[in-house]
């Protein structure tokens, strides 16, 4: 999956012409970082062969569009590269906050403490450690 850049310097003719030659020199998916418009970004949909991926930030230069849009104008896959960091931080924003001003945080912010063992694999090396200490 090759990705552009031009749109930002080179322009988007630039850019479409770079998607083209990627999908030409047989890639599956083209991806043409920060279309500005909508149209921009059904223009690149319709003239670039192939499944088209595009980047999903809310305060970014490319529109913020719902999985249906995206779908319509012909995107086969959206990422979202920041979503998953932006709400851990202002997670622990909110948790940190509660820790100061009441000195604790409410037990519907945290996960139960099997379920977090579970998710980093703690359970998983506790398991593999005793199998090693009792074989």
Do not use: W
Not at 84 to 89: E, F, I, R
């Amino acid at each position: 999956m090759p990705r552009t850049d031009a749109r930002a310097t080179l322009g988007l003719d630039e850019a479409i012409a770079r998607c083209q030659a990627f999908v030409e020199a047989g890639a599956d998916i083209t991806f043409l970082e920060a279309p500005r418009s909508e149209h921009e970004m059904e223009r690149y949909c319709q003239e670039v062969a192939g499944y088209k991926m595009v980047n999903m930030l809310p305060s970014g230069k490319t529109p913020f569009l719902s999985h249906q849009r995206l779908h319509e104008l012909g995107f086969a896959i959206a990422a979202y590269p920041l979503t998953l960091l932006s709400a851990g931080l202002k997670a622990q924003e909110a948790a940190l906050k509660s820790l100061r001003q009441a000195g604790f945080v409410d037990p519907g912010m945290e996960l139960e403490f099997d379920t977090l063992k579970d998710i980093v694999g703690f359970s998983k090396y506790y398991a593999e450690e005793e199998r090693y200490r009792t074989s």
